[in-house]
Nanobody, 123 residues
Framework: QVQLVESGGGLVQPGGSLRLSCVVF????????MGWYRQAPGKQRDWVAS???????NYADSVGGRFTISRDNAKNTVYLQMDGLHPEDTAVYYC?????????????????WGQGTQVTVSS
């Protein structure tokens, strides 16, 4: 069974920083593309950033230049460094990953979500 566990959310003042972490647990063959999404109250879940296994990164226009996504393949962990936070960054942040695992010598790949971590930017 695969599980994504996020941490690092909290309350921060405008202009402040937070670092989110997400660890993939389970019987894993490999972790491929990893990413972060966020969902503000009453809004749809939006993509924030993603990173490939070879560390190619992409960002939503709303966070480019302020957020940095990175990963540690040895630890099956993805990070989101968030700087220059705005009140409109307030949301529940979700980790997402494409995880491959083996069953009877066959490799299967499924997409998984974490449980979410709250980020609140307010003075």
């Amino acid at each position: 069974q695969v599980q994504l566990v996020e941490s690092g959310g909290g309350l921060v003042q405008p202009g402040g920083s937070l670092r989110l972490s997400c660890v993939v647990f389970g019987s894993i063959w490999s972790v491929d593309t990893m990413g972060w999404y966020r969902q503000a109250p009453g809004k749809q879940r939006d993509w924030v950033a993603s990173i490939s296994r070879t560390h190619e990164t992409n960002y939503a226009d709303s966070v480019g230049g302020r957020f940095t996504i990175s990963r540690d393949n040895a630890k099956n962990t993805v990070y989101l460094q968030m700087d220059g936070l705005h009140p409109e960054d307030t949301a529940v942040y979700y980790c997402n990953a494409d995880v491959s695992y083996t069953v009877s010598d066959q490799i299967h790949t499924l997409n998984y979500w974490g449980q979410g971590t709250q980020v609140t930017v307010s003075s």
